[in-house]
């Protein structure tokens, strides 16, 4: 029963499928070379960290079990809240700056249409993260949940951009980018996509204890 409720699609999940469905055909389509579709899962990854923030700062009751800084457990208070937040933001955007300066570096122009094509992908996947930050924001707020959770929900859910990274790199040493080998990663990333958007809302339940109000 548990396993079937996990493997239900909801509509959230069908519209990240269709996100990466569409970046998909536009990089068979029109060719594009890995660094293209790096910028799109790298905005991607940039949008999720934004609604991650936006959703450890809409917390009304959290628990900060587990975590501590400088080996002081920390307490469940706003201001431990509000911290948490900025500091995600300075660590998050910190890599992905990082990221930005390394496609920016390996990047060459593109045409006007694979600009346009690049363009629509990100903006599908802006639509699909606000929709689903939007239809569990109240369900969120009304629930205490782990704040250590909720920081740690998007490295994990990035990690199919780390190996975009990697594999990427390697197919611009080597040059041998191929059609079927980048589809067939487009292909393992959705579904690594798809699965972890499953987990991250399977984790969306009430933590035992009351937090901070």
């Not at 009304?142 to 199919?160: A, D, E, Q, S």
């Not at 951009?161 to 197919?171: A, E, K, P, Q, R």
Request: aromatic share 14%; hydrophobic share 50%.
């Amino acid at each position: 029963m548990a396993g079937n409720r996990f493997l239900r699609f909801d509509i959230s999940t069908k519209v990240l499928m269709l996100a990466n469905v569409v970046t998909i055909l536009f990089a068979v389509v029109q060719k594009w070379d890995v660094i293209e579709v790096m910028w799109v899962y790298w905005a991607q990854s940039v949008i999720i960290g934004c609604f991650t923030y936006r959703r450890i700062l809409d917390l009304k009751y959290f628990s900060t079990k587990g975590m501590s800084v400088n080996g002081v457990p920390l307490e469940p208070t706003q201001e431990a809240k509000r911290q948490t937040a900025k500091f995600f933001l300075v660590h998050y955007g910190f890599f992905h700056l990082a990221y930005f300066l390394f496609l920016l570096v390996l990047s060459t122009p593109v045409s006007v249409i694979s600009a346009i094509s690049i363009t629509v992908c990100i903006l599908t996947f802006l639509a699909n993260h606000w929709f689903s930050y939007k239809k569990n924001r109240l369900s969120d707020m009304n629930r205490t949940l782990k704040l250590g959770t909720v920081f740690m929900t998007p490295y994990v859910r990035i990690i199919p951009m780390h190996l975009t990274i990697i594999l990427g790199g390697v197919f611009i040493i080597e040059g041998s980018t191929s059609t079927l080998a980048l589809l067939l990663f487009l292909i393992l990333k959705t579904f690594a996509d798809v699965i972890m958007h499953m987990v991250e809302h399977r984790s969306r339940r009430p933590e035992g204890e009351t937090g901070s109000l």
